[in-house]
């Protein structure tokens, strides 16, 4: 809709926020998918500028909500895009300044719009509709995400993030080092003043002071507490969504060649991280800047004892120096140990009934005790080292106490003039107060190296390569089309080619089947068509377009897969089937449903499609999970879908409800059947014949009977039974084949 003269109308605040943000980034040179969006973030209507700064930072933008005036705005780099939020909470993307001199102007587009239509307004019609809030958008450089990368920077970056609270931490530690120093020199005064003099008044003057400190030292240590749980809370959220989002777009092989138990250990240790940088870290730090308050009154007081005391401590910094490459080490042991453990523990519990199957109990026991002992050792070899240090600090520190004592006791005796009783006293009180800091951090040595070992463990996972992001890829809407041209692929560390120069084109609409022997590579032709392998040669083309052209997403979004084993979540059955169309209306549902032949057995349960589902969907059957799969499939109506095995493991019932419905799933779509079994596959428009990685033949099932001795050969094995009876004496072997074929 266009608008004249900047008037907003009612129709353009009902602008979006991530349509916005398309608009946005587009001007960025960024092509993102609105759909992709929506279907990612949910209901955009709630969605708050900072929310779409997070979004804007996943999308590769850097992105700072800020407030701003009409002047600062009109003078908005080229490099730079801005999304204004408007009075009532809609948006508007902010496009280029018109310098008129009698009427100076800005242009807008309205995401409301379908169009995108320009809205241009002067600086009055805008001020009655705008408070100044901006999101600020530009776009992050190759150098710049690089810099995202997880490590100790990283984690002192989202401190910095709260810089406000931070400051206010730093101000409560001071201000605490400051309160610190009046119990001493309350001390000095007493035993110097008070009690040599007698003097009442002061003593009644100093006690109102103290009751005064205790008041303050008692608010700024809460304070300090308090604001300290919000910063933790704030990097535990950072943390964790950074963790998930690195997490989903890891390829395929990662987990593939990771054992899940491996990876669930390494990000668990993410916890131990965090807890050491808010807690004993920050508190360690924050203790260290009460130095900078209490060094200065030492040598205040006593210059020659402050010699004393900080000789000491560079001797106490030496020795925790020395001992920490051994923990280090030690440390190292440790992990290895329990990241064995832990893998066992999971890989017992995902495989529970083949060790229950197998009366595999008692091995596994025992193997569970030798991995348990190995930890337990390796863990009390840490401990035991990470004693030694405490034990020859320990002396250390005491002796900063008695030796400040002795000798300030010895200066008293010889110059009362250089040191008075109550100043030693005092001395003492802040000595002690200054080397608890160095006693801190020998004590947690072994937290630092178990924070180092578990960043080390949390970025080997999420600072793995990613899926390549194909930000600006294009997206077509699919009708089916698919080629292979001279495609060769081989598996990680395989050096025998999963895929050979494999050459073959499928009509949109057709129902295909894939046959071949195990390691032919059937599922290869349908992994790569998913995306989840890119480093293939040849070209794989998806209605005339290079497959690695097109966006990752969009195209996981056109293809529908059921696999020979399919995963269901925990939840309903309604929230299983919807849960890659959340918005799919009820009757759109249960058309998958029937598609699938699902429907007949969920209307038999008692709850119907609010039935629970346990967990990997324990409560049904084999048949019945992977009918739900297929109408998971379909409710997306993808123009390809894709069937790897997903008949292979049913009960001929299942199997021939899924079969007599084939013909319909198929209508207006592009259909992959991967079956080991024929006989399903005989319908088939065409059908294609692996053999150990090359594309043996093509055609259909009476033109393969025909010219393809490996067909024939596989297809004799499996139906045997058809003509294992006395042939038609009129006829020959062969031409009873091909009677039955």
Same mark, same amino acid.
């Given at each position: 809709?266009?608008?004249?003269?900047?008037?907003?109308?009612?129709?353009?605040?009902?602008?979006?926020?991530?349509?916005?943000?398309?608009?946005?980034?587009?001007?960025?040179?960024?092509?993102?998918?609105?759909?992709?969006?929506? &279907?990612?973030?949910?209901?955009?209507?709630?969605?708050?500028?900072? #929310?779409?700064?997070?979004?804007?930072?996943?999308?590769?933008?850097? @992105?700072?909500?800020?407030?701003?005036?009409?002047? *600062? %705005?009109?003078? /908005?780099?080229?490099?730079?895009?801005?999304?204004?939020?408007?009075?009532?909470?809609?948006?508007?993307?902010?496009?280029?300044?018109?310098?008129?001199?009698?009427?100076?102007?800005?242009?807008?587009?309205?995401?409301?719009?379908?169009?995108?239509?320009?809205?241009?307004?002067?600086?009055?019609?805008?001020?009655?509709?705008?408070?100044?809030?901006?999101?600020?958008?530009?776009?992050?450089?190759?150098?710049?995400?690089?810099?995202?990368?997880?490590?100790?920077?990283?984690?002192?970056?989202?401190?910095?993030?709260?810089?406000?609270?931070?400051?206010?931490?730093?101000?409560?530690?001071?201000?605490?080092?400051?309160?610190?120093?009046?119990?001493?020199?309350?001390?000095?005064?007493?035993?110097?003043?008070?009690?040599?003099?007698?003097?009442?008044?002061?003593?009644?003057?100093?006690?109102?002071?103290?009751?005064?400190?205790?008041?303050?030292?008692?608010?700024?240590?809460?304070?300090?507490?308090?604001?300290?749980?919000?910063?933790?809370? &704030?990097?535990?959220?950072?943390?964790? +969504?950074?963790?998930?989002?690195?997490?989903?777009?890891?390829?395929?092989?990662?987990?593939?060649?990771?054992?899940?138990?491996? *990876?669930?250990?390494?990000?668990?240790?993410?916890?131990?991280?965090?807890?050491?940088?808010?807690?004993?870290?920050?508190?360690?730090?924050?203790? /260290?800047?009460?130095?900078?308050?209490?060094?200065?009154?030492?040598?205040?007081?006593?210059?020659?004892?402050?010699?004393?005391?900080?000789?000491?401590?560079?001797?106490?910094?030496?020795?925790?120096?020395?001992?920490?490459?051994?923990?280090?080490? !030690?440390?190292?042991?440790?992990?290895?140990?329990?990241?064995?453990?832990?893998?066992?523990?999971?890989?017992?519990?995902?495989?529970?009934?083949?060790?229950?199957?197998?009366?595999?109990?008692?091995?596994?026991?025992?193997?569970?005790?030798?991995?348990?002992?190995?930890?337990?050792?390796?863990?009390?070899? +840490?401990?035991?080292?990470?004693?030694?240090?405490?034990? +020859?600090?320990?002396?250390?520190?005491?002796?900063?106490? @008695?030796?400040?004592?002795?000798?300030?006791?010895?200066?008293?005796?010889?110059?009362?003039?250089?040191?008075?009783?109550?100043?030693?006293?005092?001395?003492?009180?802040?000595?002690?107060?200054?080397?608890?800091?160095?006693?801190?951090?020998?004590?947690?040595?072994? #937290? /630092?190296?178990?924070?180092?070992?578990?960043?080390?463990?949390? !970025?080997?996972?999420?600072? !793995?390569?990613?899926?390549?992001?194909?930000?600006?890829?294009? &997206?077509? #809407?699919?009708?089916?089309?698919?080629?292979?041209?001279?495609?060769?692929?081989?598996?990680?560390?395989?050096?025998?080619?999963?895929?050979?120069?494999?050459?073959?084109?499928?009509?949109?609409?057709?129902?295909?089947?894939?046959?071949?022997?195990?390691?032919?590579?059937?599922?290869?032709?349908?992994?790569?068509?998913?995306?989840?392998?890119?480093?293939?040669?040849?070209?794989?083309?998806?209605?005339?377009?290079?497959?690695?052209? *097109?966006?990752?997403?969009? +195209?996981?979004?056109?293809?529908?897969?059921?696999? #020979?084993?399919?995963?269901?979540?925990?939840?309903?059955?309604?929230?299983?089937?919807?849960? @890659?169309?959340?918005?799919?209306?009820?009757?759109?549902?249960?058309?998958?449903?029937?598609?699938?032949?699902?429907?007949?057995?969920?209307?038999?349960?008692?709850?119907?499609?609010?039935?629970?589902?346990?967990?990997?969907?324990?409560?049904?059957?084999?048949?019945?999970?992977?009918?739900?799969?297929?109408?998971?499939?379909?409710?997306?109506?993808?123009?390809?879908? *894709?069937?790897?095995?997903?008949?292979?493991? %049913?009960?001929?019932?299942?199997?021939?409800?899924?079969?007599?419905?084939?013909?319909?799933?198929?209508?207006?779509?592009?259909?992959?059947?991967?079956?080991?079994?024929?006989?399903?596959?005989?319908?088939?428009?065409?059908?294609?014949?692996?053999?150990?990685?090359?594309?043996?033949?093509?055609?259909?099932?009476?033109?393969?009977?025909?010219?393809?001795?490996?067909?024939?050969?596989?297809?004799?094995?499996?139906?045997?039974?058809?003509?294992?009876?006395?042939?038609?004496?009129?006829?020959?072997?062969?031409?009873?084949?091909?009677?039955? @074929?």
């Amino acid at each position: 809709m266009r608008m004249d003269d900047g008037d907003l109308g009612e129709e353009s605040h009902a602008g979006a926020a991530l349509a916005a943000l398309t608009l946005a980034a587009r001007r960025l040179g960024l092509s993102l998918s609105l759909d992709e969006l929506r &279907r990612d973030y949910g209901d955009e209507a709630s969605l708050s500028l900072h #929310q779409l700064a997070e979004i804007s930072h996943q999308q590769g933008m850097k @992105a700072k909500p800020i407030r701003l005036n009409w002047k *600062i %705005l009109s003078r /908005m780099e080229d490099g730079v895009s801005a999304l204004i939020e408007l009075a009532d909470g809609s948006y508007l993307v902010f496009e280029k300044f018109i310098d008129d001199p009698s009427t100076p102007r800005m242009v807008f587009r309205d995401p409301a719009d379908p169009k995108a239509a320009r809205l241009v307004l002067d600086e009055l019609r805008l001020g009655e509709n705008w408070n100044g809030h901006v999101l600020l958008l530009k776009r992050q450089t190759a150098e710049q995400r690089q810099g995202d990368e997880f490590g100790f920077p990283w984690l002192f970056q989202q401190v910095r993030q709260d810089g406000r609270l931070v400051r206010d931490i730093v101000i409560a530690a001071l201000s605490l080092g400051v309160l610190a120093l009046v119990p001493s020199f309350f001390y000095m005064v007493v035993i110097d003043r008070v009690m040599v003099h007698h003097r009442l008044s002061t003593l009644t003057v100093m006690a109102l002071a103290i009751a005064v400190v205790l008041v303050f030292d008692m608010t700024l240590a809460y304070l300090r507490r308090s604001v300290t749980a919000v910063v933790s809370a &704030r990097m535990d959220v950072r943390l964790n +969504l950074l963790i998930f989002d690195r997490l989903s777009r890891l390829p395929i092989e990662f987990f593939e060649q990771n054992a899940t138990g491996g *990876i669930v250990h390494r990000l668990g240790e993410a916890r131990r991280l965090r807890g050491f940088i808010t807690g004993q870290l920050f508190g360690s730090v924050l203790d /260290m800047l009460s130095l900078l308050v209490l060094i200065p009154a030492m040598f205040i007081l006593s210059p020659g004892l402050t010699f004393w005391v900080l000789g000491l401590a560079g001797l106490m910094a030496l020795v925790l120096f020395a001992y920490m490459g051994p923990v280090r080490r !030690a440390y190292a042991e440790v992990m290895g140990s329990e990241h064995r453990r832990t893998s066992m523990l999971i890989e017992t519990i995902n495989g529970m009934r083949t060790v229950k199957s197998l009366a595999l109990e008692g091995r596994k026991r025992r193997e569970w005790d030798q991995k348990v002992a190995e930890a337990v050792n390796r863990q009390t070899d +840490l401990m035991l080292l990470a004693n030694q240090p405490q034990t +020859l600090l320990a002396p250390l520190e005491k002796l900063i106490y @008695a030796g400040s004592l002795l000798i300030g006791a010895y200066l008293v005796i010889v110059d009362e003039h250089t040191v008075m009783t109550g100043t030693l006293v005092a001395f003492t009180m802040i000595a002690m107060r200054a080397t608890q800091p160095l006693v801190q951090m020998a004590g947690m040595m072994q #937290q /630092m190296e178990e924070a180092r070992g578990a960043l080390k463990q949390v !970025a080997s996972v999420i600072n !793995a390569e990613p899926e390549p992001r194909r930000e600006n890829g294009v &997206r077509p #809407q699919l009708s089916g089309r698919i080629d292979f041209e001279e495609v060769r692929f081989a598996y990680p560390g395989s050096p025998i080619p999963a895929l050979n120069a494999v050459n073959f084109s499928i009509r949109p609409g057709s129902l295909v089947g894939i046959m071949g022997r195990s390691g032919s590579g059937k599922t290869t032709v349908t992994r790569l068509l998913q995306g989840l392998h890119q480093n293939y040669s040849g070209l794989i083309r998806l209605d005339g377009v290079e497959m690695k052209e *097109i966006d990752l997403y969009h +195209l996981r979004t056109q293809i529908g897969v059921v696999l #020979q084993d399919s995963f269901l979540f925990r939840g309903t059955i309604r929230e299983n089937i919807t849960i @890659a169309r959340p918005d799919a209306t009820a009757e759109e549902m249960i058309e998958a449903a029937q598609l699938a032949g699902a429907d007949e057995f969920i209307e038999r349960l008692p709850r119907g499609y609010d039935t629970m589902l346990e967990e990997h969907a324990a409560n049904l059957s084999g048949g019945q999970r992977q009918r739900l799969a297929i109408a998971r499939a379909l409710i997306v109506d993808p123009p390809v879908l *894709i069937f790897d095995e997903a008949t292979s493991a %049913l009960d001929p019932d299942s199997e021939a409800i899924i079969m007599r419905n084939l013909k319909r799933i198929a209508k207006g779509r592009t259909v992959l059947m991967i079956s080991h079994r024929l006989s399903s596959l005989v319908d088939c428009d065409q059908i294609l014949v692996m053999d150990r990685g090359q594309l043996k033949d093509s055609g259909t099932h009476h033109e393969l009977m025909q010219r393809s001795a490996d067909y024939r050969h596989l297809w004799n094995q499996q139906n045997r039974h058809l003509h294992s009876g006395p042939s038609n004496p009129g006829k020959s072997h062969d031409e009873n084949l091909d009677a039955v @074929a």
